[in-house]
Nanobody, 122 residues
Framework: QVQLVESGGGLMKPGSSLRLSCAASGRTGIGIGMGWFRRVPGKEREFVAAISGTGLIYYGDSVKGRFTISRDNAKNTVYLQMNSLKPEDTAVYYC????????????????WGQGTQVTVSS
């Protein structure tokens, strides 16, 4: 089992920056893949970013160039640095772990955090 706890959400102004953290515990290892998704009520979960155990990185088209995913294996923590925030980034952000073959699909992930709300509004 893997437990994931997200933190760092909040109410932000357009154009500002925010960093989310996801702390993993349990059966974690440096080889575990991690991802971030977001969800707006009434819509499907959207892929945001993922990082493999070997450091391969993937981004969703809507955040490419603005968001950066990184990991600190010593702390079992994955980060999502979000810059140039836009109102359309408003969502609940979820951390996920242990993807199968498709890192962009939420169906590939075996473990999920509880989510953290990010609201971008002037």
């Amino acid at each position: 089992q893997v437990q994931l706890v997200e933190s760092g959400g909040g109410l932000m102004k357009p154009g500002s920056s925010l960093r989310l953290s996801c702390a993993a515990s349990g059966r974690t290892g440096i080889g575990i893949g991690m991802g971030w998704f977001r969800r707006v009520p009434g819509k499907e979960r959207e892929f945001v970013a993922a990082i493999s155990g070997t450091g391969l990185i993937y981004y969703g088209d809507s955040v490419k160039g603005r968001f950066t995913i990184s990991r600190d294996n010593a702390k079992n923590t994955v980060y999502l640095q979000m810059n140039s925030l836009k109102p359309e980034d408003t969502a609940v952000y979820y951390c996920a772990a242990s993807p199968g073959s498709g890192v962009r699909s939420p169906l590939s992930y075996g473990y999920w955090g509880q989510g953290t709300q990010v609201t971008v509004s002037s």
